[in-house]
């Protein structure tokens, strides 16, 4: 098979992970803090139904990047208040914002079905770096939201693992109590990273509506907020490894449209539930390795922090 097909699909790879790796990148954040949200498909709709009227008002894909942004960090802000605050079931409380999410965006969008977005993110090559043999094209040739997430990917990486905030972040997911006693405020430090994570899921869901697929379409996102949370679990929390597997993903959702291009006929029906067989074998394989020997899952994980039960 010609070299140029394979670095065209795993060049669209890239493009069609990118949504999951951002909404990965927020739940890692929120996750490290202790805070299970299960809301990210909601968060993403929501996001992605604001930036894209947004961006239809304004003709300013930023600025309709930008209230994508605040409306996923609005969405998360209700979890934090219910969860920490409140001390609400964490997976209740995410379901719910999911299908409050899935609502409110339908509701918000219905009159934005199938209305032009004059100004959208255009691909945009890297100098130098984009004309590097295969993997210039494959990863330097696109619009400027797939290089921000590069960015956040390595910073997130670099914060968590190589500052005293991200110490301080993790050690607050692991043990709260012991976070409390070295004066790290435990329900503020939530409370950011919560609102920090849903922001970055309104990116996730801006990036589809404005760049990936230039429109608005009712639960556009199909199901990519849920298999963001399962990279997370594939990635063991970690951001260089959600980078990988984002890619990975995404290259497998294309490779679904291309698999009969190459004389392997499969029902359309099979390959559309290709991504999500697969999520659900990841899932499986990591549950497995949780049961031989420990992971990265923060200890405190899905649980209300009670600092008068320390």
């Known amino acids: 098979m010609d070299q140029s097909i394979w670095v065209a699909i795993l060049a669209a790879g890239v493009i069609a992970g990118t949504p999951i790796l951002l909404a990965a990148l927020g739940e890692i954040i929120t ?26 008002n304004t003709s300013s894909p930023w600025i309709g990047l930008l209230a994508a942004i605040v409306a996923g960090g609005l969405m998360a802000l209700i979890h934090a208040f219910l969860t920490i605050t409140l001390r609400a079931n964490q997976v209740v409380s995410g379901l719910a914002l999911t299908i409050f999410g899935t609502g409110l965006s339908g509701y918000i969008g219905k009159d934005l079905i199938g209305q032009p977005l004059v100004s959208t993110f255009k691909p945009a090559a890297l100098p130098f770096l984009s004309e590097v043999p295969i993997i210039g094209p494959i990863l330097f040739n696109h619009d400027l939201l797939v290089y921000i997430s590069y960015l956040l990917a390595a910073g997130l990486w670099f914060f968590l693992f190589h500052t005293k905030k991200g110490l301080e972040l993790r050690a607050v997911g692991e043990n709260p109590s012991a976070a409390d006693v070295a004066g790290i405020n435990v329900f503020m430090t939530r409370y950011v990273f919560v ?17 990936y697929a230039p429109s608005w379409l009712e639960n ?6 849920w298999i963001a949370v399962a990279l997370v679990i594939f990635a063991t929390w970690h951001p260089v490894k959600a980078f990988l597997g984002s890619f990975l993903f995404g290259t497998i959702d294309v490779l679904g449209f291309h698999i009969q291009n190459f004389g392997i ?30 992971v990265a899952t923060p200890e405190a994980l899905g649980i209300p922090y009670n600092r008068e039960e320390r």
């Open 265 to 294: 006929m499969i029902p359309s029906f099979f390959l559309k539930m290709l991504p999500y067989i697969i999520t659900i074998i990841v899932l499986i394989v990591v549950t497995r390795e949780t049961k031989t020997r420990r």
């Open 195 to 211: 609102v920090l994570g849903g922001m970055l899921a309104g990116m996730a869901g801006a990036y589809l509506s404005l760049a």
């Open 31 to 56: 996750e490290q803090s202790g805070v299970l949200n299960l809301g990210v498909e909601g968060m993403m709709l929501v996001g992605a139904v604001t930036g894209f009227m947004v961006a239809m």
């Open 220 to 225: 556009m996102t199909a199901g990519r907020g």
